[in-house]
């Protein structure tokens, strides 16, 4: 990745993001590291009500996205024909780690968020380069997953986190779940810090470290352990 990476969002609830004005994204964006922007499909739509949405050909639940508007919003975005378009979607592949680091490859990211039953195939098959979900689970809305995919990928700024190596350091980078971290007091509530960790005697730490992450992995996620080999 370069420079500054920018994101630009498709949505019709633009306040919805509001949230990433507070904490290290909104900090990110005022040091220049990342550049979002809001793009409301509803400011494109033709129809003389602004509507975006109508019922579905062949009938049955609800309503869709209708094309035209998310297809005009796209379009506006300046350089969206290079830039990696993200459909958020329950039918996504499934996000992890690995997807957040591949994301940071791209300097420009399109994030398009689908509401009611979604959005007119044909807006993905024109429009569209990768469909994300962020889990075997139905929201309302693309919203909520499309800030999941940005805080994630953020992260991985240089200069976003305070100290690098913690990006590194953490659960799923080295593909084991988080050891159990402690700090002050060393006695809580009865309840002591592991003698090892104040023992000043690192490779020690380092080890039980280790094998504590081995054994919360084994007994919650099993399945990772055993694609790790
Ligand atoms: C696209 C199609 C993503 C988008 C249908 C979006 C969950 C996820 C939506 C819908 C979403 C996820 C309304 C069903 C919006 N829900 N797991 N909802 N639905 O990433």
Known sequence: MTSKMRIDILTLFPEMFDALKSSLIGKAQDKNLLEIN?????????????????YTFGGGNGML???????DAMTSIEGYKTAHKIYLSPRGKVFNQKMVKGLTDFDHLILLCGHYEGVDERVIELLIDEEISIGDFVLTGGELPAMVVIDAVSRYLPGVLGNS?????????????????YTRPAEFMGLKVPEVLISGDHAKVRAWREEQARAVTKKRRPDILKKRT
């Not at 190596?165 to 971290?181: D, H, I, K, R, W």
């Open 65 to 71: 996205m209708t094309p035209q508007p998310i297809y």
């Open 165 to 181: 190596a913690s990006v590194e350091e953490e659960s799923f980078s080295n593909g084991l779940l988080e050891y159990p971290q």
């Open 38 to 54: 809001i793009i409301n499909i509803r400011d494109f739509s033709k129809d003389k009500h602004k509507k975006c949405d109508d």
